[in-house]
C-alpha cells in the first residue's frame, strides 16, 4: 500500500508540476511578452523626446542660422527724382536752402550698393573764376528712401 501510495503521490505531483510547468511557461512568456512591450514603449518616448529636443533646441547644421538670413522685402526702388527730394527734406538740407536759397544745388554722384549718394553744394562765383563749396553727402537708400549723412 505504501509503493502504492508512493506511486499515486508521484503520478499525481507529475501531472500537477507538467500543469504547473505548462502555467508557468505561458506566465514566463507573458511577462516576457510584457517586458518587450514596455521596451517598445520607452524607445518610442526616447525617439519622440529626442526629436522634440533636436527640432527645438539645438541649432540647425547647415552653416547659416534662420536669424543669419536677411529678410527680404519688397523694395520700392526709389527714382533719381524722388530720391533728390528726399534729401532736400532732410532737415539740415532744407534749412540750409532757406537760408541760402537758390544757389544750393544738390547733385547726384554716384550708386553705391542699396543706396544713391548726393553732394550738397554751393558754386562759389570769384572774379575770374568759380569753384564749389560743399555742405555735405548724403546717401538715400533705394529701397526704402531714408536719408543718412555721410559726412
Known amino acids: ?22 502555467a508557468c511557461q ?5 511577462q516576457e511578452m510584457r517586458k518587450n512591450h514596455l521596451t517598445l514603449l520607452a524607445a518610442s518616448v526616447f525617439l519622440l523626446f529626442a526629436g522634440y529636443v533636436l ?9 547659416k542660422s534662420l536669424d543669419a538670413i536677411p529678410e527680404v522685402k519688397a523694395c520700392a526702388n526709389l527714382s533719381l527724382s524722388d530720391a533728390e527730394v528726399s534729401v532736400r527734406s532732410e532737415s539740415s538740407v532744407s534749412d540750409l536752402i532757406k537760408r541760402n536759397g ?24 570769384d572774379t575770374d573764376s568759380s569753384h564749389t563749396a560743399t555742405y555735405g553727402w548724403f546717401g538715400v537708400n533705394k529701397c526704402t528712401g531714408e536719408v ?4
Open 148 to 151: 543718412k549723412s555721410r559726412f
Open 55 to 63: 527640432g527645438n533646441f539645438l541649432p540647425l547644421r547647415s552653416s
Open 102 to 125: 537758390d544757389i544750393i544745388l544738390i547733385r547726384y554722384d554716384r550708386d553705391e550698393e542699396d543706396q544713391m549718394v548726393f553732394q550738397v553744394l554751393e558754386v562759389v562765383q
Open 26 to 30: 505561458q506566465i514566463n512568456r507573458s
Open 1 to 22: 500500500m505504501v509503493v502504492l501510495l508512493k506511486k499515486l503521490l508521484t503520478q499525481s505531483h507529475m501531472q500537477h508540476w507538467l500543469i504547473s510547468g505548462t
